[in-house]
């Protein structure tokens, strides 16, 4: 899409998010900002919420709110972490920090090529905790998908929280919250975030469509609605998928939602893994869990729907089947989306 998304210019305020308990909730907390684990489904709304926090209690959000999603360190390698533009001036070469690391322990100055991941997000989350707010009293941290975080790393973030906590307001995101530490939970104000209904979703469709002075009719409406299974940014992304294809929104579009959503993606990376393509099935993985915002279960449902299209027959398709039922059960069990799923692609791909 060449035009602005209309995620981004129909960004909601406290005031248009579909759920109204969870707007009465944030709304107290623009005027007592407390930490806050907001936790629910993936679609929910989650990061759209937090950001819609940040502009309602900052006069400066784009300098005052800071997201690190988890992802960006527990799933990537320590290189890949340490050229992020955002974490580089925190992560390259020797400070009095990492010098003192392991004072009086005997042992050679520890670099910060040498520090764990654990050190690493810990050494960032003090660094941008330790600024001053650019407006008014405090800042946000927003930690997303926090379910990924270990243990370890929780007990370090609890104790940044402690130190900071006059002049740093920790959000933190799950879809887990019994992942959290009972320290970390008793320090922070739970909001849970259930997905928009149906018709909360259509409300939502409408206003944007009414707005942009676009046709459109009941039936494709809804049918973006149910397409997108509460997920209101996928909704308003297929919205205006559907308007730049067709120049309305109708319920003719579902072949245009099948094409351009998540199946025809999926074919594209199913293609790449069984061609030995290992790089590229995973990129374009990478573009459905992150840039599309899709769940791995969302992705690992739209690969089973896949192999019952003729791709697989037989013994064949009895396999491929039984390697899905191992990763549905890894997801389950465990948190890296990206990891679980790379490992069904490269099993396709060696066979």
Same mark, same amino acid.
């Given at each position: 899409m060449e035009s602005p998304l209309w995620t981004e210019t129909y960004?909601?305020?406290?005031?248009?998010? $579909?759920? $109204?308990?969870?707007?009465?909730?944030?709304?107290?907390?623009?005027?007592?900002?407390?930490n806050l684990v907001l936790y629910g489904p993936e679609g929910s709304g989650k990061t759209a919420a937090v950001r819609a926090l940040a502009r309602a209690a900052h006069d400066d959000p784009d300098n005052d709110l800071v997201e690190i999603n988890v992802a960006d360190?527990?799933?990537?390698?320590?290189?890949?972490?340490?050229?992020?533009? /955002?974490?580089?001036?925190?992560?390259?070469?020797?400070?009095?920090?990492s010098k003192q690391y392991?004072?009086?322990?005997?042992?050679?100055?520890?670099?910060? /090529?040498?520090?764990?991941?654990?050190?690493?997000?810990?050494?960032?989350?003090?660094?941008?905790?330790?600024y001053a707010p650019s407006s008014g009293e405090y800042k946000t941290i927003v930690l997303d998908n926090?379910?990924?975080?270990?243990?370890?790393?929780?007990?370090?973030l609890r104790r940044v929280m402690e130190q900071?906590?006059?002049?740093?307001?920790?959000?933190?995101?799950?879809?887990? $919250?019994?992942k959290l530490i009972p320290p970390i939970k008793s320090r922070c104000f739970p909001v849970s975030m259930r997905k928009p209904t149906e018709s909360e979703v259509v409300s939502v469709l409408e206003s944007i469509l009414d707005a942009e002075g676009i046709e459109y009719d009941e039936g494709g409406v809804e049918l973006i609605a149910g397409y997108s299974k509460g997920n209101l940014r996928k909704a308003i992304s297929y919205a205006q998928l559907l308007y730049e294809q067709e120049g309305e929104v109708s319920s003719e579009g579902y072949r245009v939602l099948r094409e351009f959503g998540i199946q025809g993606r999926v074919t594209e990376m199913l293609d790449a893994a069984?061609?030995?393509?290992?790089?590229?099935a995973r990129k374009k993985l990478d573009d459905l869990l992150v840039d599309e915002g899709y769940s791995g279960n969302e992705v690992l449902e739209a690969i089973l729907e896949n192999f019952g299209q003729n791709r697989y027959q037989g013994d064949e398709l009895a396999e491929a089947v039984l390697l899905a039922a191992e990763v549905d059960m890894d997801l389950t069990q465990?948190?890296?989306?990206?990891?679980?799923?790379?490992?069904?692609?490269a099993e396709l791909g060696a066979d």
């Amino acid at each position: 899409m060449e035009s602005p998304l209309w995620t981004e210019t129909y960004a909601p305020d406290l005031s248009d998010l $579909p759920q $109204p308990e969870v707007r009465d909730y944030l709304e107290r907390a623009v005027d007592e900002p407390i930490n806050l684990v907001l936790y629910g489904p993936e679609g929910s709304g989650k990061t759209a919420a937090v950001r819609a926090l940040a502009r309602a209690a900052h006069d400066d959000p784009d300098n005052d709110l800071v997201e690190i999603n988890v992802a960006d360190f527990f799933d990537r390698t320590k290189k890949e972490i340490r050229e992020d533009p /955002r974490f580089s001036n925190f992560l390259q070469g020797q400070t009095e920090f990492s010098k003192q690391y392991r004072r009086g322990s005997g042992q050679l100055k520890k670099y910060k /090529r040498n520090w764990s991941k654990r050190e690493m997000i810990n050494h960032v989350l003090k660094e941008y905790a330790g600024y001053a707010p650019s407006s008014g009293e405090y800042k946000t941290i927003v930690l997303d998908n926090a379910e990924a975080i270990r243990e370890d790393f929780q007990q370090a973030l609890r104790r940044v929280m402690e130190q900071y906590h006059e002049t740093t307001q920790f959000v933190i995101t799950t879809r887990q $919250p019994t992942k959290l530490i009972p320290p970390i939970k008793s320090r922070c104000f739970p909001v849970s975030m259930r997905k928009p209904t149906e018709s909360e979703v259509v409300s939502v469709l409408e206003s944007i469509l009414d707005a942009e002075g676009i046709e459109y009719d009941e039936g494709g409406v809804e049918l973006i609605a149910g397409y997108s299974k509460g997920n209101l940014r996928k909704a308003i992304s297929y919205a205006q998928l559907l308007y730049e294809q067709e120049g309305e929104v109708s319920s003719e579009g579902y072949r245009v939602l099948r094409e351009f959503g998540i199946q025809g993606r999926v074919t594209e990376m199913l293609d790449a893994a069984e061609g030995g393509e290992f790089k590229d099935a995973r990129k374009k993985l990478d573009d459905l869990l992150v840039d599309e915002g899709y769940s791995g279960n969302e992705v690992l449902e739209a690969i089973l729907e896949n192999f019952g299209q003729n791709r697989y027959q037989g013994d064949e398709l009895a396999e491929a089947v039984l390697l899905a039922a191992e990763v549905d059960m890894d997801l389950t069990q465990g948190t890296n989306d990206r990891l679980h799923i790379s490992h069904l692609l490269a099993e396709l791909g060696a066979d």
